[in-house]
């Protein structure tokens, strides 16, 4: 198994959920919480596998980071075989598609794109959520290459497994990869940062805080018991945290 952080930035993000890129020139000065920016690409025998899909975030010749770092590795978006979207927030849905002037492609055309129909409902009806995209969102969901999913937890493949936990959303979902003696552990929004292990807190920017807090803590003991990678989608400085 390989794991490749695709990490697009370090950000602060305002109360309307707008991002904006730390540099050496504004870390001292911009406001707002931060965070990374880090979707996961896990490369196994089977399949190539893109965990959440970040904010597509571009560099100064309007290129995104993503593309970049795909490059870099020799890894066209042809070749990624499954798209697993823990939820539908706009920092984790963006490169799912590319706009181009007749309107927009799937980004990772021969990849299924795993969503929870539950999670997909409950953006729905909160359009007046700030942390939605509802452009990208409605575009992503005309997509053809899209699994539908609404069971409480299960297998994709015999090395992908899923549960819907909650927390964070209502619905969201959380991810398994295991190859070997290797097991890869996605936790999203529930466990984005390496300091949510070392602070036992309920976030009120959570749906609901005490359950995510509560998972944190279950998920901690089995990493350590089972040998985890644990990847952290929004820690500033860590990406992959071992046990």
Known sequence: MKIIPLKEGNFSTSKTKDFTLLTEENKDTVKGIRMSVTPFLIITEKDTILLDAGIGWKN???KTVISEILERENIHPDQITKVLLSHLHKDHIETTITRTENGFDSTFPNAEIYIQKRELAFAMENRGNYSFDFDTLEKLIELENIVWMDEDK????????????????????VFWVKEGNETAFYGA???????????????????????????????????????????????????????
């Open 60 to 62: 100064e010749e309007g």
């Open 154 to 173: 299960g297998n994709i493949t015999d090395e992908i497994s899923f549960e819907v936990v909650g927390g964070h959303t209502p619905f969201m979902q």
């Open 189 to 243: 929004d529930n466990l984005p940062q390496q300091s949510y292990l070392k602070y036992h807190l309920a976030y009120k920017s959570d749906f609901d805080g005490k359950k995510a807090m509560n998972l944190r803590m279950k998920w901690e003991k089995e990493a350590i018991e089972n040998h985890w990678k644990v990847l952290l989608y929004h820690d500033l400085d860590t990406a992959v945290l071992e046990f």
